[in-house]
């Protein structure tokens, strides 16, 4: 199954990804899950960017990753790092998601 929302290979810069596309497709990958998560299902979301991470550094687009979270007063932050061949330095997004929350009551 694919994802219809992922970065098409065919529209790469010279088949290779650039920080931009990875950056992109983090953001896609963890959008149905904002508001949605509980307490402890905050490994959900890090196992898909290891995943989608693993399969860059398998087709040798990346070279190395790192994912971790951090959960504060319902905000769950994922520290996400990767190196790119070509760069020296490696690039790192955060991502923040907010958990679910039953007594939050919207105000219209």
Known sequence: M?????TPVF???????????IKYDLIKISEPYNGVLHDFSEKTVRNL?????GDLKYARL?????????TKNGIVTYDVSYKLPS?????K????????????????
């Open 93 to 108: 997004h955060r991502i923040t998601l907010e958990t679910y929350n039953r007594y939050k009551q919207s105000r219209g």
């Open 62 to 70: 990346i070279s190395e990753y790192n994912v971790s979270n951090s």
């Open 49 to 53: 960017f290891s995943q989608y991470l």
């Open 11 to 21: 529209k790469l810069r010279q088949g290779k990804p650039n920080d931009s596309d």
């Open 2 to 6: 694919s994802n219809i929302n992922a």
């Open 87 to 91: 760069s020296r330095s490696a690039s």
